[in-house]
């Protein structure tokens, strides 16, 4: 189907039609939608653990943020924002996340990240897990630090 629409677009207005017509918007809205989901697992204040200190409740909440987004952005990505709540119990549906957070104490102090420039940036420069801090870090911190002797 995708392919007969672009098949048929091509064909109607040739290839910078297409251009403007399918594959700008379908690789502004895949990007998109990559950093939404992106953006929910790496940030600032991510806190990951594991083996006897990972704990299912505890990593829904720490290791995942609420995306703090208006009343428009919410209802086009389904509430994408709250999931912390939906790591908590994936079969809550998208429309009953925000009311589900409202209900759920442990759920109403997320680690919170917004679509600010600002925001955006940090949590695309953090690349590595460091265990020692016990934090996300760019690149150029893990190249900083020196390796643990064998």
Not at 69 to 78: I, R, S
């Amino acid at each position: 189907m995708h392919l007969a629409v672009n098949v048929l677009v091509w064909a109607a207005v040739g290839p910078k039609g297409w251009f403007f017509a399918c594959l700008l918007p379908f690789t502004i809205a895949s990007a998109a939608g990559a950093y939404l989901f992106f953006v929910q697992h790496n940030f600032p204040d991510v806190h990951l653990r594991r083996g006897e200190d990972w704990a299912f409740d505890r990593a829904a909440l720490e290791a995942s943020s609420f995306l703090k987004l208006g009343p428009v952005l919410n209802w086009f990505t389904a509430n994408i924002g709250y999931h912390h709540v939906h790591h908590l119990n994936a079969r809550i549906p998208f429309y009953r996340l925000p009311e589900a957070m409202a209900a759920i104490p442990e759920a109403q102090a997320p680690r919170v990240t917004t679509l600010r420039l600002r925001d955006m940036v940090g949590c695309l420069r953090l690349h590595l897990w460091d265990p020692e801090r016990q934090r996300l870090v760019p690149y150029r911190e893990a190249a900083g630090a020196k390796a643990p002797a064998a």
